[in-house]
């Protein structure tokens, strides 16, 4: 596989009173161009730890990420970032938030373009007629739509996702995750994802992480999810492979997560 | 950084002009309750007046009567505008040009003031330097400053009180904008910073999409308090510098041993404080709800 992006021996160390404590330890993990990747685990494993360091907002001790052939070095807007709570602008309106980052990105392109742009990500995830409310003024659902649609608007190299639906009703969070899905099959951006959920993990990607109990959390296991895209909720589900990919990744999540892997063992 | 004492002047501000009506719970007293808000007022004012009808009567002769004092006040408040001489002023043009003077020392104290609280929630550096300056200049009365600032301005000569009396104002009401504005600097919240960490913002845009909209409340509760201050100083700094205005003219009586007006002045500061003060507080929620 052709590398596209690459954690080597990703390593974090947080100075605490007895020592450093080190939360994530030689993880290793390559991403494949176009492809998208969720990071499972137990909470506190280090899963945004490890994201945020790709993001560039977390310092990165030890071991390092390469995207796209040069490693990374602080935060860009070549990786677009999903958060769980949005963090959009509240003195923005939703077009506002959005067309700041295209305003850095595409400083070279013509006023009208830039606006296009805006306007075209914001209806893609049906916020045509919110452009000009504020994130007060929108649901939890209608915010988070717009943080993706201006992660996607800048094009970026990479996606990441850091439990982007976890605060929203399950509802909502099916229709996002078409959402989501349907940007992404159209744009190919890599992504890397973080999720608590098994159903999403499977829904979405082409690859599911596991990720060791900290501290010194590395990558478990790995779980290729072959299901032929593009993807419907129910054929994924009602797919013959479904249930025992469900299996492996909650009993490896229950039994395997808490044991320490030997060295070289993990992908 | 003790910042404990913004919020108290917050609560005790809060406290003294929003009394609370008092709950009757008797059914019979409905229809006194529908009015409490127009008549306890009434009976306070009443209850003060005859107190001082009560002290000018007793204990203190010299003090005039509120019925003498309405009588040598009428001059000023029925031609608020007149112009019979430097220091003999209709009230409202006292009051005009005491504002005038507060708005420029007031600019002067939002100006410097609220650079100074970006750089001191900017900057940990900066707040180990300054912080111990501040909090020992912060108590600092007006009565104090005004000597220094004439002292600086002697070269000026005839604008010499005025700058003086600016230069007092501006130091002592900069305080509560400098120090919220710091303390809302430091409450910006990380996932903000991080939209312009990502997006690469210049400083420049850092400071003016983010940074500064981020901050706006805290700087306008900072702007409010100023504001109280400055015109607390206005009396004081024109006392001392003989200038035209209501402190002024209220300094000017007592000297000549006109006690009459003194009440009027009194009353006109505190009701053009209290103005100010409703005024500032509609400012600050408009940006509170951003
Ligand atoms: N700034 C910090 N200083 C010290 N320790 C930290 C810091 N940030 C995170 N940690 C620790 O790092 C570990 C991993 O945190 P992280 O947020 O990456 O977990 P997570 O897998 O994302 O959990 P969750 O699923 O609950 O979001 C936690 O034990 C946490 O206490
Ligand atoms: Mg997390």
């Not at chain 1, 509802?171 to 078409?178: A, H, M, P």
């Not at chain 2, 120090?179 to 690469?200: E, F, H």
Request: proline fraction near 6%; include cysteine.
């Amino acid at each position: 596989m052709k590398a596209y992006c690459e954690l080597f021996n990703l390593t974090k160390t947080y100075p605490s009173p007895n020592g450093p404590a080190v939360i994530v330890k030689d993880f290793n993990l390559r991403l494949a161009e176009g492809e998208f990747v969720t990071l499972i685990g137990h909470s506190g494993c280090g899963k945004s730890t490890v994201l945020s360091m790709v993001a560039g907002l977390n310092s990165i001790t030890d071991g390092g990420i390469i995207l796209a052939g040069r490693e990374l070095a602080g935060p860009g807007p070549d990786r677009g970032m999903v958060f769980q709570s949005p963090s959009l602008l509240p003195w923005m309106t939703a077009y506002e938030n959005v067309m700041i980052g295209i305003n850095q990105v595409f400083f070279t392109a013509s006023k009208q373009e830039r606006h296009q742009i805006a306007e075209y990500y914001l209806s893609v995830v049906g916020l045509a007629d919110a452009m000009e409310k504020r994130p007060l003024e929108l649901s939890q659902g209608m915010r988070q739509w717009v943080g993706i649609a201006r992660a996607f608007a800048l094009k970026p190299k990479m996606l990441l996702l850091d439990e982007p639906f976890g605060m929203l009703d399950s509802l909502t969070r099916y229709e996002l995750q078409g959402v989501l899905l349907e940007l992404w099959r159209k744009n190919r951006i890599t992504a890397l994802m973080v999720t608590h959920d098994v159903d999403e993990a499977l829904y979405l990607s082409d690859r599911v992480v596991c990720m060791t109990d900290g501290p010194e959390a590395e990558v478990g296991d790995i779980i290729h999810v072959n299901f032929p895209r593009p993807r419907n909720r129910k054929e994924v589900m009602e797919h013959p492979d479904y249930y025992p990919l469900r299996e492996r990744l909650i009993e490896f999540l229950e039994v395997h997560a808490h044991r320490r892997r030997p060295k070289h063992a993990a992908a | 950084m003790r910042d404990s004492t913004v919020p108290t002047a917050i609560s005790a501000s809060a406290v003294a002009v929003t009394p609370t009506p008092a709950k009757l719970p008797s059914s019979n007293r409905v229809a006194f309750a529908k009015f409490d808000w127009l008549l306890l007022p009434l009976v306070g004012i009443a209850a003060v007046v005859g107190l001082w009808f009560a002290l000018s009567a007793t204990l203190s002769k010299d003090l005039p009567n509120p019925i003498k004092t309405w009588e040598a006040s009428k001059p000023y408040i029925l031609e608020p505008l007149a112009k019979r001489g430097e220091l003999d002023q209709g009230i409202l043009r006292f009051t005009w040009l005491s504002l005038i003077l507060v708005a420029k020392g007031y600019l002067m104290a939002l100006v410097v003031g609220t650079p100074l609280g970006f750089v001191l929630g900017l900057s940990k550096t900066m707040t180990k330097a300054l912080d111990p300056i501040i909090q020992v200049l912060r108590p600092v009365s007006p009565l104090a400053w005004l000597p220094l600032g004439m002292v600086l301005f002697l070269g000026a000569g005839r604008q010499a009180s005025e700058l003086a009396a600016l230069f007092t104002i501006a130091i002592c009401a900069m305080w509560p904008t400098v120090l919220t504005t710091a303390v809302g600097v430091r409450a910006i919240p990380q996932d903000y910073l991080n939209v312009a960490k990502v997006l690469k913002l210049s400083r420049w845009n850092t400071l003016t999409k983010v940074m500064i909209p981020a901050t706006l409340p805290y700087m306008f509760t900072g702007f409010r308090l100023s504001l109280g201050i400055a015109w607390l100083v206005i009396v004081a700094a024109e006392m001392l510098t003989g200038r035209p205005g209501v402190g002024g003219f209220l300094w000017q009586q007592y000297n000549a041993l006109v006690y009459e007006q003194i009440i009027l002045c009194i009353l006109t500061i505190g009701v053009v404080g209290f103005i100010l003060d409703r005024l500032m507080s509609v400012v600050e929620r408009r940006f509170k709800t951003i």
